[in-house]
């Protein structure tokens, strides 16, 4: 991934430029959601300070998960990113009838139906309709997987092409029914060995926190499988006018 240098007193001007244009268009709130640091630590850091020092406010900082497609034969750099309990849970994995596959775009739904199941289970909202991932394939690569076993789907993903480095999970899980086939396990390991083959370095695996909150159940089982953290920055500035 380019990344260019993109200097302090130039991303501070920038923000003044942004400043009066909110201020012109009298906007009210004005929320900036940035991206993982992992994604270029450098230039994001000198950006929270330009914004904090023009008076936005940290409105929430939340973890994100990242894997690092690792250097030579996958299998093997693998077995050494996982820790004990995650290395367990794959090696019984590969026990049962579990099959990885690809979707062909008409066949999405599938995969979405799974998450469906996960959320309703779970309680947590689906925030993105399957038709609004149908649209966003209209503007950039898709990818779209799910795990079988015998002719039962249990696990799938959905990952959204950011560049041609780096992809990102929207989507997720498995059927709580067939938890015991430690098919998330088997899923990682398929979608990072994919990846590996398709020439991506990174897989970013989404945040692991709701309003800064830490889900430790999430946080723990994305680290077992060998990704790392990073800070993600939600902030915010609230605008006042004169009548």
């Given amino acids: 991934m380019v990344v260019l240098d993109c200097k302090a007193k130039i991303i501070d001007n920038a923000i003044l430029i942004l400043n009066e244009w909110i201020i012109n268009k009298r906007y009210l ?57 995650a290395k367990k849970n794959l090696k019984n994995s590969f026990k049962n009838e579990l099959k990885f596959i690809q979707l062909e775009k008409q066949d999405f739904k599938r995969a979405y139906n799974i998450i469906a199941i996960n959320r309703a289970v779970k309680q947590k909202p689906l925030k993105m309709s399957l038709e609004q991932i149908m649209e966003i394939t209209s503007l950039t690569k898709v990818d779209s997987f799910v795990v079988m076993n015998q002719n039962q789907d249990v696990a799938s993903a959905i990952v959204f092409h950011l560049s041609k480095e780096v992809v990102q999970v929207i989507y ?13 396990n088997f899923l990682s390991f398929e979608l990072f060995k994919y990846y590996k083959s398709a020439g991506i370095r990174t897989v970013d695996v989404g945040i692991s926190t709701e309003n800064s909150i830490p889900n430790y159940g999430l946080c723990e089982f994305k680290e077992s499988i060998g990704c790392e953290i990073s800070l993600k920055y939600l902030m915010s500035k609230d605008f006042f006018y004169k009548e």
């Fill in 29 to 85: 709130k004005v929320i900036i959601g940035l991206p993982p640091l992992h994604f270029n630590n450098q230039f994001q850091t000198r950006l929270i300070n330009g914004l904090r020092n023009n008076s936005f406010k940290i409105q929430q900082l939340n973890v994100n998960h990242h894997f690092q497609i690792p250097s030579g034969r996958f299998e093997d750099s693998y077995s050494k990113m996982l820790q004990s309990n």
């Fill in 172 to 184: 997720w899980g498995d059927n709580p029914s067939f938890s015991e086939m430690r098919s998330m």
